[in-house]
């Protein structure tokens, strides 16, 4: 198997060492994707005066509609004053609407109104459109390896509600 940092063996190939200036590369790859992935919904954001904690909100509450304040505070990983604040805008916009939990009466369960289901449609769209050209121009191992890595690079609690969003989807 690996020996040594920054090794990693696989089905037989050769152990894989990245040099520091290989890994500088992949992190200003890595920002400057990010920042061309979030261009085109920050744009729409910005007509509505909303943020990237409002798309992350809107994102995460289609992924699991029905999702409570709290499951929403662990997955966006902020504080509950600053999740009040964006989700008090979206519900006053008409974006997201918050019903009382039927088992527990102290629980909040949102979901996406029509309007937000329209938003959500729009940001992730571009998104979307963005990722698909990149896949189809990089191919299907490529692609395999490039979640491999950002599931990696996950902190384990990250990772256990991404693993719980895919197998909602499965």
Known sequence: MADG??????GGESLLYLTDEQLRQGIEAMY???RAFTADPDRILQGL???????????FINC????????????????????????RTLIEDGMVESRVGRADKRERHLYLTQDGASLEYQLS????????????????????GFRKVLEAMMDPEMHRHYSGLRELRA
Do not use: C, W
Request: hydrophobic letters at 40%; proline letters at 5%.
């Open 5 to 10: 940092p920054g090794a990693q063996g696989h």
């Open 32 to 34: 400057f994707a990010y």
């Open 49 to 59: 005066d909303y943020g990237r904690a409002h798309h992350r909100a809107i994102h």
């Open 64 to 87: 699991t509609p029905g999702t409570t304040v709290n499951n929403l505070l662990s997955i966006l990983g902020v504080t509950k004053q600053s999740l009040n604040r964006v989700l």
């Open 125 to 144: 769209e571009a998104q979307r459109a963005r990722m698909r050209a990149a896949y189809r121009q990089a191919g299907p191992e490529a692609v395999a």
